[in-house]
């Protein structure tokens, strides 16, 4: 229960946290809820967390912005990532830099398509960012865990 809580309130914070101009390098903003929850999915195993941490990141993303179409994409697309996030075959690592990518690159792409305007150098900038984030958000917890890190995570 405290970890869902914990868990909870830091998704509230992250979306207060994403909305800071300090975060943005030229007009690229990283997207920290979707990097959370995707690093959160390499650890949380159960379907029934995964959804409603999402559920809870929709609704907090909901309050801040509205609800949009955006939203839709993003959680359908969060569905899909924790999918094939179980099936991946590689280190956790790896698997996170390849379904944040994936999910970078069609987010992007689907919130453009209306505007008949993808500007590919963008989404490449984003996608760069939000993989350096995830990068270094999950080294530090590769050093908090330990040696004993692969364990831990096959354990759930």
Do not use: C
């Not at 869902?4 to 800071?20: A, E, H, K, M, P």
């Not at 996030?85 to 992007?108: A, C, E, G, M, Q």
């Not at 050093?143 to 364990?151: A, H, S, T, V």
């Amino acid at each position: 229960m405290k970890i869902f809580v914990l868990v909870s309130f830091l998704l509230i914070y992250l979306t207060i946290f994403q909305g800071q101009s300090f975060l943005q390098i030229e007009f690229i903003q990283p997207n920290l809820i979707l990097i959370f929850l995707i690093i959160l999915g390499i650890f949380v195993k159960k379907w029934f967390l995964r959804f409603l941490f999402s559920i809870i990141s929709l609704i907090s993303l909901s309050i801040s912005t509205g609800w949009v179409l955006d939203l839709i994409y993003f959680e359908i697309l969060l569905i899909f990532t924790f999918l094939i996030l179980d099936y991946l075959p590689w280190y956790p690592i790896i698997n996170i830099i390849f379904s944040l990518s994936l999910n970078t690159i069609f987010f992007n792409i689907l919130i453009n398509l209306g505007e008949y305007k993808i500007n590919f150098y963008s989404i490449m900038l984003e996608l760069i960012y939000n993989n350096l984030i995830a990068v270094v958000v999950f080294g530090m917890i590769y050093i908090y865990l330990g040696q004993n890190f692969y364990e831990k995570i096959r354990r759930n």
